[in-house]
């Protein structure tokens, strides 16, 4: 099994460079970290929009610009236009650009919100990351989700603080939860049963690993993530 090592949240150290991605669904200014060096801002389509409205330029504008009008030339960032007709959504092809840029962990904001359907495409862009070996967070205003597959991750949060875990995508074996007020042990999950949904943090870090399938995380956005 192999042990997650860089996930971060707002209150993680970062040790390594995060690329944010923030589209056009309720976003939350706040959980935002400040730019720092190595890190790339992605605006997906409206997300230009967003960022336009706290004063951050991204570096790249990527989109078919449906749901916002096509951004005029600008020095300070990147245009790349997509067609409106195509397979990956505009999300997607921006998290596939940063993959391609060569990061390992993304931050996605206004990806939740509005339509049911596009908050649940994102959901699925944190599995695509996932069985890349790669770390996705995706932001609503107190909780961030996260998933993980095949591996072991740790969190650190309040005690009383409220999480949820969930198997995706099918079975789930091996799941273990230990440090937090209901443990399990080498359990399966199934995604059609909530079992564990509503879980609480202990004054202990919490270990969630699973040997085989993938999990959904939810935690509140202050956790510290390993």
Do not use: W
């Not at 609503?140 to 072991?152: G, K, L, R």
């Not at 059609?192 to 943090?201: A, K, Q, R, T």
């Not at 699973?210 to 509140?220: E, F, Q, T």
């Amino acid at each position: 099994m192999t042990r997650v090592h860089c996930y971060v949240t707002i209150f993680t150290v970062m040790t390594m460079p995060i690329c944010h991605i923030i589209g056009a669904g309720d976003f939350f200014a706040e959980n935002l970290y400040p730019r720092v060096d190595g890190d790339l801002i992605i605006a997906a389509d409206g997300g230009l929009k967003r960022l336009s409205e706290i004063g951050i330029s991204p570096d790249f504008a990527i989109g078919d610009f449906d749901s916002c009008p096509t951004p005029e030339p600008d020095s300070r960032f990147q245009i790349i236009r997509l067609e409106p007709e195509k397979d990956d959504t505009d999300m997607l092809c921006s998290i596939r650009f940063g993959c391609g840029k060569g990061f390992r962990v993304f931050h996605i904001h206004g990806g939740t919100g509005g339509r049911p359907d596009h908050t649940f495409a994102n959901i699925q862009c944190l599995a695509y990351l996932a069985k890349k070996s790669a770390s996705g967070f995706l932001f609503f205003q107190n909780f961030v989700m996260t998933a993980i597959s095949d591996c072991e991750m740790q969190i650190e949060g309040n005690p009383g603080d409220y999480i949820s875990v969930f198997a995706y995508g099918g079975k789930a074996s091996g799941v273990t939860l230990s440090g937090l007020k209901y443990p399990l042990s080498d359990a399966v999950l199934s995604d059609d049963y909530p079992l564990g949904v509503s879980n609480e943090f202990t004054a202990q870090p919490a270990r969630i690993s699973v040997a085989c399938g993938m999990l959904l995380i939810s935690c509140p956005v202050n956790a510290k993530i390993y």
